[in-house]
Structures are given as structure tokens and as C-alpha cells.
């Protein structure tokens, strides 16, 4: 059951990286490396800001906007310099490795002592539901466990709603329309420069978020844990359009956080079949292969065979088994 | 909403699947009420031993811990039921990891180097699942609770060994070898904790003898060439090989470097020195590993780990190069006294084979639990501060 709750935390707190993704790669088409980079600047500005006793909100805010600077700095490389964007991302993510490096001061900075947003939804919850935690099903789940779930569960809410809003604002209608075809908004007279530095700082925003809320989850923020997650985080967000099969914005918000749950799922299964650490990778990409696959599959011969008739959902369950 | 409901249903089917399946293969981790002490007698102990990566340091470290578990009697698949994880350096999986061993119903967890144990420790503090760790340079830097001062202050459920990479150690014998030397030169990543750990050893040797430290840095593997010619170019007696993982990949490259200009260079991995090193000095990691085999046995066994003690152990080893140091530009310069050719456990002889002293100071094991300082430099473990 705590892996189940484990699973949960941290593929929400990951979606907020496919969020950031989807914003980057599928609302702007810009596949923006510098994600890779600002996960980590997310979490090792937080970090610091912990150790110093800033408070855990604030030190989170702080995180989140180092990553919007970083972001707005690729943005204006790109816009200004006329640097390919994914290059920009590249030459990004490289200067934030040794930034990353000179706020932490040393590769690796534990924060198990320090103050953060888990230490204090885990001692408010421990008072609540008692030092040993609860049975749920017949497992014990400690108070922390479910206070970290449900933390999570309402940052990611707020996060999705907020981004939801803003997407229907004007200016998040007129970076959508950028994204969709940026001459016609320069035509109508639109700042097409000004639209992309903003998306991508929002992009790195969440990604940053996403990372200073994974390190103060996992105890401690490293160098190297933003290592290939770009890559993760665009899969996340390729299983949530096939599993949704709609590109409403709505849908395609929603989908970045189940692809990233879904994820996260599977690999817990993976973990707990015991099957051989070597082939875990490999298991895993055979997954999500199946979750990309399979819904569209079903949902092809669902319209085949009934084309009215709604068919229960559920067919799509054979990845799991 | 229908129309809403019905889009969602694929992904939300799926997680609940998800779900279903995973809670499904968590069942014999339920807690039935009455039942929790429960265990029957002669039942196979449930080990997990994780790694966080896959290399040549780690996997001779979990090789020893199965050889000294195997050693006090605990052999997989008789004894002992045990479970190897190893994340592959990935963060998210890492915290996997750490959830399913200390949820697992494990009797005990060996984790290997520190980013293991941290994600474990910061995953165990509910359940409190002993735990020991091992191949971790600096247990009281690692923020899980370890005292730097006392060897007792530690969670409880938590103990291990501490070994320090003997950066010091090696800097200590270039000097005794020629204390003429001004410059050297090393290549490191900074994103390498145990790199770091070096590095700073090395720096804090270096400025106490007057040596100037020549530093190029690198991320990754490719560059670690364009790096060494760089740092032999601007003048260097001689080469430090870091034991760092970005640049060991590519230690013939460096070797051969260096080679070339007529450097000597050295390492704190022994194992390396026939490769052309001059000398190397360093801990014996499957050592390392077969002591905490051994004292996971006596954990197993009942031992409180409240009671055993954080310590350093660093079984070193020293080999010395003569093929090498006959090929170099200077080679009188790099004469091995005859003290160090004493006290090392083995040397390459100018035709290439290694003659191995086996009653050599330096190096002998020290025996289980006692004493942890076996390495010939004592003082300079003993003193050397912790940040």
C-alpha cells in the first residue's frame, strides 16, 4: 500500500514536469531541453533556502522562479539571438549544470534535518491520525504517507486549474495561437517574441516546481537528478493524449497527469514482480510500448464492432496483467 | 461531462488497473492483527541489498557482501532469501526502491554507496527496518542522523562502514616517493560527490606541502581527453587519476596521455596500476564488502544494531609500478624507497608481472567489528577533519 501511495506522490509530482512539458513541446512546439536543468535549479534553490531556514513556501516559490528565469532565458535566446530553440535549450541546460553546481555549493545537499513542505505536512498528520498511522484494507499507511499523497494531490489540482485559467485568458489564447501558427498572430499584430519567452518560463516554472517538490519528497536535492527526465516527461505526456484521445486543452492537461501516474504505476509493478534490476528498463519501456498502443487499439474496435453503443471502458485493461 | 467521463475512462481504467495490480502483488505485506511478531522459526531471511548504479567499484562491493554473508553461513536460496535492486542511477526509481525494500517485509536492508542511502533512510523512518550501509565515503555528511563525533550516535536501526577514498593516502606517498614535486595535475567531474571528496582531500595535502593542484573539470566522458591534454599541457610533474566514474571510463586515454610526455602518473585504485599507473593506492572494495557481509550475518543473527558502532573501514593496498617508472623521463626522480617497497603488497617488476608480498604491512584486513583503521597512514585518516 505505501508503494501504491509512493507510486501516486511521486507520479503527480512528476506530472507537474509533464505539464511543463506539454506546455513547451505540444502547446509551442519547442522541444525544450532545458528541462533537464531547471528540474534540478528547482530543487537545489529550494534546498538552500530549507537549509537556511527559509520557510518551505517560500523557499518552493523561490525554486519555481529560478526555473521561470531560466526559462525566459532560453526564450530570449531563441527570440533575441535567433538560436535554433532546441540549441537554446541545449546551451541552457549546460550553463545550469554549473549554476546548479554553485548554489549547492557540493553535488549533493540532504535536507532530512531541515524544515521543508513534507516535515510539515507529515508533523501536522501525525498529530491528526496518531504517531502509527492508519489501516487502510488491511495495510498500514503512516500519517506522513497520506499527508504527502493528499499535499500533493492539491498542489497538482491547483496547479492544473490555475493553468487551466490562464490557457482561457487572452494572453493564454493569444500563446496558444503562437503556438498554432505564429504568423498569423504576427499578421494580427501579436508579439510572437514576447508570447514564447512567457511559455517558456511558465514550462520551466512547473518544471522547477515539479523538481523542488521532488527533492523536499525525496530528502535531498543531487546534481544529477534531472538527468533524462525531459525525455520521461515528454513520454508522460505521449501516454496521456493516446490514453485520452482528444486535444481539447482541458483533456490534454488532465492526460499529461494521468501518463505521468500511469507511469510511475507501472514501474512500481515492475519493482515489486522482483523482476531482474538489468531488466527493468527494458520492462518498462515494453509498458509504456503497451499503454501507447492498447487504448487506441480497443478504442478502434470498439467503433468497428458498435459504433453507437458505448462500450465499457475497462477493455483497456490488459497492460496491466 | 458524459462525453468528458468517456474520454477520461481510458486513462482513469487504466491507473485503477494499475492500481488493483499493484495492491494485489502487495497483499503479503498486509498486516493481519496479533500477527505481527510473528515468525516461525528456521524461516529464510528476507535481505534486500540495493546498488545505486552499475559499476566495477559497487559491484565488487556486492559481491563481497554476498561472499561475507555466504561466509557466516547465510547463502542465497538456503538461508537466506535475497533481493537485489540496483535503480541504475535513476532518482525516481531510486525512491521506488527505497519504498518497496522498506516495505517489502525485508529483515534487513544493505544499501551500497550514499545516494542509497540516503533515498532508503529518508524512506525507512517509519518502519525502522534495520539497515546497513556501506561504500559511502563520509557517513556523517550524508544529513541521514550519523554524529561525526560519536560512533553510537546514529538512528538505531542504521549502522555501516564509512570508506574513505584515500586521495590523502595517495598524495601522501607521490610526496614520500619525490618530495621535489611542484605541480600535479588531475582531471575530475564536479557533479561526482565522492569526486569532491577527493579533490578536497587532495587540495588540503597539496597546500599543507606547498604542491600546486592543476584541476580541469569535465561532465562527461568525451571530454575527459581534451581535459588531460589540457592540464598536462600547462606543465604538471606528475598526474593524479581521480577516482572519479565519468573520468575511469576513459583512464587509457589519460594514461596514454601522459604517457607520451614522460608523466608518471597514480590512483587510488590498485587494480588499475598494470594498465601503466606508477603507483596506486586504495581500499580493496570487495574487502570492504565482505565485512559487511559479516556483519550483516551477525544482524541477522540478533545482533541490536543500536549497538554497533558508525566506523571507517579502508582495507588499503598498495602496488607499485617499476615498468612504468623505468619508461619515464626522469625515472631517478621517481626512485621507490626502499620503506615503501616494503610496506607494499605487490610490485610490477620492469618486465610487466606483478610480484605480490603478501606479509606487507599496509593492507592486512582487519578483523570483524574491531578494528576498522587498517590502512599504513593512520594519522592521516585519524585527522583528517569532516566538513
Known sequence: ?321 | MIKTFRQLSAGLGLIGVCMVVLLLSDLDSRIRPGEEARREPGARRRVALVQQNTQTIFDAGVAGIIAGLAESGFHDGKELHLRKFNPMGDANLANAVAKEVTEGGYDLIISVTTPSLQAIANANRVRKVPHLFALVSIPSATGVGISDTDPLGHPPYLTGYGTRLPAEQAFRLLYEINPSVRRVGTVWNQSEPNSEVQIMDARRYCKSVGIELVEANVDNTGGVAEATDAVLSRGVDAFFICGDVTVLPAIESVLGKAARRGIPTFSIFPGDVSKGILFGVGADYFEVGVQTGKLASEILRGRNVATLPVTDYMPAKIILNDQVRSKLSEPNRWDFPDSLRNRANGIIDPKGRLIESPNAAAGTASPAGETRLASGEEEATATTTQP
Open chain 1, 1 to 321: 500500500m505505501t508503494l501504491l501511495f509512493g507510486a501516486l506522490s511521486v507520479g503527480l509530482i512528476l506530472s507537474l514536469l509533464s505539464l511543463g512539458v506539454l506546455v513547451s513541446y505540444r502547446l509551442f512546439g519547442i522541444p525544450d531541453i532545458t528541462a533537464d536543468g531547471t528540474i534540478t535549479l528547482g530543487a537545489s534553490v529550494t534546498a538552500v533556502c530549507c537549509m537556511h531556514g527559509i520557510d518551505p513556501f517560500v523557499a518552493t516559490g523561490l525554486g519555481t522562479a529560478a526555473g521561470a528565469v531560466a526559462g525566459s532565458l532560453t526564450g530570449i535566446l531563441h527570440t533575441r539571438f535567433k538560436i535554433n530553440a532546441l540549441l537554446s535549450g541545449i546551451l541552457m541546460m549546460t550553463a545550469l549544470y554549473s549554476v546548479n553546481l554553485r548554489v549547492m555549493g557540493s553535488s549533493n545537499l540532504p535536507l532530512m534535518q531541515y524544515k521543508t513542505l513534507a516535515s510539515m505536512g507529515e508533523g501536522r498528520w501525525r498529530r491528526l491520525l496518531g504517531e502509527e498511522g492508519v489501516l487502510l484494507l488491511g495495510w498500514k499507511v503512516s500519517a506522513g504517507e497520506v499527508a504527502l499523497l493528499i499535499g500533493v494531490v492539491v498542489i497538482v489540482a491547483l496547479v492544473g486549474l490555475a493553468l487551466y485559467r490562464f490557457f482561457r485568458s487572452h494572453l493564454g489564447i493569444a500563446m496558444i495561437a503562437t503556438g498554432n501558427n505564429a504568423q498569423m498572430v504576427r499578421a494580427l499584430g501579436g508579439n510572437v517574441e514576447r508570447n514564447i519567452v512567457i511559455g517558456l518560463a511558465l514550462s520551466n516554472g512547473l518544471i522547477a516546481l515539479g523538481g523542488s517538490l521532488l527533492a523536499q519528497y525525496q530528502g535531498f536535492a543531487d546534481v544529477q537528478m534531472g538527468i533524462g527526465m525531459i525525455i520521461w516527461g515528454l513520454a508522460s505526456v505521449i501516454i496521456g493524449e493516446a490514453l485520452t484521445g482528444s486535444s481539447t486543452l482541458g483533456m490534454r492537461l488532465i492526460g499529461a497527469v494521468i501518463g505521468s501516474v500511469v507511469f510511475r504505476l507501472l514501474v512500481a509493478i515492475a519493482l515489486r514482480w522482483g523482476l531482474n534490476p538489468n531488466d527493468l528498463k527494458l520492462i518498462t519501456a515494453v509498458f509504456v510500448f503497451l499503454a501507447l498502443v492498447l487504448p487506441a487499439y480497443f478504442r478502434r474496435k470498439r467503433r468497428r464492432m458498435a459504433p453507437s453503443a458505448p462500450a465499457p471502458a475497462e477493455k483497456a485493461e490488459p497492460v496491466g496483467s
